[in-house]
């Protein structure tokens, strides 16, 4: 900071107090500040602080110049600025009455979704939402109150289907590649899952809150300096949550229209309460009014990631166990229920899913077996290898069935070599059970050798091979209507979809504007005629700079902004020390033209 010259610490204030993270001209931040930024002290600042990387330029397809703060430096920026936040926030432990409510974290609940999508399966409607039913079951599994996130003000697909939890949920498993929309139901990208499962949850908590501030950062900017403060409090500290709010409205920090007690209640309605909805903040009550803590990160102990595995078959689980053995269980066995600690049941119905999805009976019972701290119970082990065993010993099949008329014909297909592929089995006399990857190729074959089929059945006509072979038509293959890789909420934010501007304007038509001017209206104070005076001054307003000027005796810095005609006099309109004023050709002693280069 200390490299920073006067213009440049000048501007990047005003920058972060007024803009935050929005979007703006030059001119934008001159009219912001009048009288305390000339437009020449702004195009410089900026010129200078984009050469360090502070503030990136992007122009518009129009032309229109925009300046921002780069990524990622906002909250910084905010900390050096602000300093009445942060620590002086802060509030003792005792002081604070905890509402303590344990919830379900954000990663907990995104496991929650996948593993519905895995096991139960969430179908599309032909709109591209959640099939009622599905979005009725996640609703309750997921438990996050609607209310909770009545201040979120949020615009996303299907908002008239789909409420803010699960909307919020399916975003981010969209944003990070978790799922993609298919044909008629939500799709797992199986390799991307098994990465996200693999990461240590600290580091799966930290991506889901950085996405969290990254999607649901408004174009607000009293939001915008609301979300900065609370992510620079300190993990695991209460502050006061309206000493942080009257800190931002001590500064100047504009509002948006909203009276002070509307401000403070705006930060507590976007961002506390949906924050401590997925478990990134706890709320509680000071003698100073609304507390809050944003979470800490987990802090995990291996020898206590194991579960404890009880004989009537439950199962419960830490908030410290690894996510890919949640995983496994979320596939055998039924959640029960609940909040840091969680319990699951393991059922013979729970079970036979797992075998049916494919997985392995004894790699099952080995994650059952490995998790648990005190091992399995004899009795418990005992049943699931027994339901293991006893699983499959029947089958029942939906199969495709030749049904000959007579004997002759059953011997002739019988003993035909070239059919013999296409056939599971002979059953009795007269009828087979054909390959269901075959129907097609069997039909076929029968009609070249002078058969006449008849369809008899759904069986018999529904699927060809390269269906059954797993090659969907056409038809079923494009994504769901409104589907979007990138998530289904809305941003309100979109100055990074224009390109960086490669060459700036900058300072240099002002440049251009003064070097046409009298040089000896920079060097030094003079005195001039009063039409040379109005000349300086108008040449002043063009180059968007300052006057430096003798009035009655005093030296001020003005800041014209229009010179008008007073009779057989003129008169300047501008500011001194950021106050409007007007003064009079006759007052304007000495004079000298100002360029903030060595600021």
């Known amino acids: 900071m200390n490299e920073l010259t006067t213009v440049e610490r000048k501007t990047l204030e005003m920058i972060v107090l007024r803009f935050a993270e929005e979007p703006f001209g030059a001119e934008a931040l001159e009219r912001a500040f009048p009288g305390r930024v000339t437009g020449f002290e702004a195009e410089l600042g900026l010129e200078r602080l984009r050469a360090r990387g502070i503030v990136e330029t992007r122009r518009k397809a129009w032309g229109e110049t925009i300046h921002a703060l780069a990524p990622g430096l906002f909250a910084d920026w905010q900390g050096y600025y602000l300093t009445a936040l942060g620590e002086p926030c802060l509030l003792d432990d005792a002081a604070v009455e905890p509402n303590y409510e344990p919830k379900a974290g954000f990663a907990k609940l995104l496991l929650f979704f ?3 999508v895995a096991n139960v399966g969430i179908g599309l409607t032909q709109k591209g939402t959640f099939a009622k039913k599905d979005a009725m079951r996640l609703a309750t599994r997921v438990d996050v109150a609607e209310e909770s996130l009545a201040g979120l003000d949020i615009a996303y697909l299907h908002q008239d289907k789909l409420g803010k939890p699960l909307a919020v949920l399916y975003d981010a498993a969209l944003r990070l590649g978790l799922v993609r929309n298919g044909a008629s139901a939500l799709e797992l990208d199986r ?6 499962l693999a ?3 600290p580091d799966i908590e930290a991506e889901l809150r950085a996405l969290w501030w990254d999607v649901y950062t408004p174009s607000d900017v009293w939001l915008q300096h609301g979300g900065a403060a609370l992510r620079r409090m300190p993990p695991g500290r209460w502050f006061a949550v309206d000493r942080a709010a009257d800190g931002l409205l001590a500064a100047g920090v504009p509002t948006g229209g909203r009276t002070e007690d509307e401000a403070r209640e705006a930060i507590a309605r976007h961002w506390l309460r949906p924050l401590a909805a997925f478990g990134f903040a706890e709320l ?7 507390a809050a803590r944003m979470t800490a990160p987990l802090d995990i102990d291996e020898e206590e990631t194991g579960w404890y595995v009880q004989p009537d078959f439950e199962l419960i689980v830490p908030p410290t166990a690894p996510f890919r053995s949640r995983w496994e269980l979320e596939a055998c066995a039924e959640y029960a229920g609940g909040d840091a600690v969680d319990r699951y049941r393991i059922t013979k119905a729970s079970w036979e899913r ?4 494919g997985r392995d009976a004894e790699a099952l019972l080995e994650v059952v077996r490995s998790g648990a701290r005190y091992g399995v119970p ?9 339901w293991s065993a006893a699983y499959g010993a029947l089958t029942l099949e939906d199969v495709t069935l030749l049904r000959c008329r007579n004997a002759e014909d059953a011997a002739y297909l019988k003993a035909e070599p070239s059919l013999s592929e296409c056939f599971v089995a002979q059953i009795g006399e007269l009828d087979f059970i054909v390959r269901r990857s075959m129907t097609k190729t069997l039909a076929d074959a029968l009609k070249r050798q002078g058969f006449s089929l008849r369809a008899g059945g759904s069986a018999a006509d529904a699927a060809s091979n390269a269906e059954d072979a797993g090659e969907a038509p056409a038809r079923g293959r494009s994504a769901a209507p409104g589907a979007s890789a990138g998530g289904i909420v809305h941003s309100r934010r979109n100055a990074a979809l224009f390109p960086l501007d490669p060459a700036p304007a900058g300072t240099k038509p002002l440049r251009e504007r003064l070097s046409a001017a009298p040089q000896a209206w920079l060097r030094s104070m003079r005195k001039y005629h009063a039409s040379t005076v109005r000349d300086l001054m108008e040449t002043a307003i063009d180059a968007r700079t300052s006057v430096r000027l003798v009035m009655d005796g005093r030296e001020v810095e003005l800041v014209p902004k229009r010179v008008m005609p007073a009779g057989t006099d003129w008169i300047v309109q501008g500011y001194i020390d950021g106050e409007e004023t007007t003064v009079a050709s006759s007052a304007c002693g000495e004079a000298q033209l100002l360029v903030p280069e060595q600021a």
């Open 114 to 116: 996948l593993a519905d």
């Open 191 to 196: 390799e991307r899952v098994d990465a996200w």
């Open 199 to 201: 990461k240590p949850l």
């Open 284 to 290: 509680g009550s000071s003698e100073e009014g609304l």
């Open 354 to 357: 797992a075998l049916a999805s």
């Open 378 to 386: 004899e009795p418990v082990e005992a049943a699931l290898r027994q």
